[in-house]
Every structure is written in C-alpha cells, then in structure tokens.
C-alpha cells in the first residue's frame, strides 16, 4: 500500500499571503495614501514588480532548470516578458499618440471660423 504523505505546500502559503499583502498595500496607496499622483503610480509600479518576482519564484518554478519536456523556465519567462513588453508599449503608444476624434473636429471648427472673419473684412 502506498504511502500517502500530506505536505503542506509553505511556500505557496507564504507566496500567496505576500501577493495578498502587496495588493492591499497598492489599493491603499491609491485610495487611503496622501500622497502626490506621481509617487502613487511608483509605488504601484514597484509593488507590481515585486510582486511578479514573488510569483515567479513562488509559483512559476523558476528555481527549476528543466521541465519535462525540455524547456526552461528561463527561456519562456523571457519570450513572455518580451511579448508582454510589447503589449505594454503598443498600449502606451496608442493612448499617447493615437487618433484624436476631437482634435480634428475642433480644428475645422476653428479653420471655418477664421475663413469667415477673412471673408467678412
């Protein structure tokens, strides 16, 4: 009969209630904080990174050097980082310098104005 042995699984504990504890502290940075909109956004930004580093070595196995199949855990981690760089700055990118439905309208609006105070001198 084989033995059943119940581990209970520390560092996924451990893991979770940091992830948690960093939540609250980014929710009460941005609702409960005083402090300048700014350095709400650092520190979330800081908190979000710590977080993803306990969670990569919590939960993604990144102490291991090889899976089953072949693949490191390195190397996956990098090809998701670069894609989820790119999703990151295509989205800056856009919200930045994207198409302005108001600007082009408020520019005609203006154009048709001084087109009528030339015309009526």
Do not use: C, Y
């Not at 560092?11 to 005083?34: E, R």
């Not at 700014?38 to 102490?63: D, K, R």
């Amino acid at each position: 009969m084989a033995e059943h042995t119940k581990r209970i699984p520390v560092q996924h504990i451990v893991g979770f209630v940091l992830s948690i504890t960093l939540t609250l502290l980014a929710v009460w940075a941005a609702l409960g904080s005083n402090l300048s909109t700014t350095w709400i956004i650092v520190s979330i930004m800081v908190l979000a990174v710590i977080q993803a580093g306990i969670q990569l070595f919590m939960f993604m196995h990144m102490t291991e050097s090889e899976s089953r199949n072949g693949h490191v855990p390195w190397n996956m981690m990098f090809h998701g980082f670069v894609l989820a760089a790119i999703v990151v700055a295509g989205s800056l990118f856009t919200m930045s310098f994207g198409h302005d439905h108001n600007g082009g309208e408020h520019n005609q609006q203006e154009q048709q104005e001084q087109h009528q105070q030339h015309s009526g001198h």
